[in-house]
Nanobody, 122 residues
Framework: QVQLVESGGGLVQAGGSLRLSCAASGGTFTMYAMGWFRQPPGKEREFVAAIIWRGSGTTYADSVKGRFTISRDNAKNTVYLQMNSLKPEDTAVYYC???????????????WGQGTQVTVSS
């Protein structure tokens, strides 16, 4: 089992920045990749970014490319999402997730955090 806890959400003005963190614990040795997803109000959950846990490789949704950066600190078992140039349409609950066999938007993602709210005001 892997436990994931997100932090760093909040209220920010358009054009501002936030950094989300996701701390993993438990069976982290089983993780192949970690990802960030978001669910805007009244919409389906969507993929944001993913990173291979040990090794190289990142991928992003087109809507966040050039603005968001996913990174990791294996020593701290933490993945980050640096969000710059935020827009009101980035408002959502952001979730981190861990996948034990796959990577990217079509991964199964076996474990999920509880989510953190990001609100971008115009």
């Amino acid at each position: 089992q892997v436990q994931l806890v997100e932090s760093g959400g909040g209220l920010v003005q358009a054009g501002g920045s936030l950094r989300l963190s996701c701390a993993a614990s438990g069976g982290t040795f089983t993780m192949y990749a970690m990802g960030w997803f978001r669910q805007p109000p009244g919409k389906e959950r969507e993929f944001v970014a993913a990173i291979i846990w040990r090794g190289s490789g990142t991928t992003y949704a087109d809507s966040v490319k050039g603005r968001f950066t996913i990174s990791r600190d294996n020593a701290k078992n933490t993945v980050y999402l640096q969000m710059n140039s935020l827009k009101p349409e980035d408002t959502a609950v952001y979730y981190c997730a861990a996948d034990i066999v796959d990577y990217g938007p079509r991964g199964k993602y076996d474990y999920w955090g509880q989510g953190t709210q990001v609100t971008v005001s115009s």
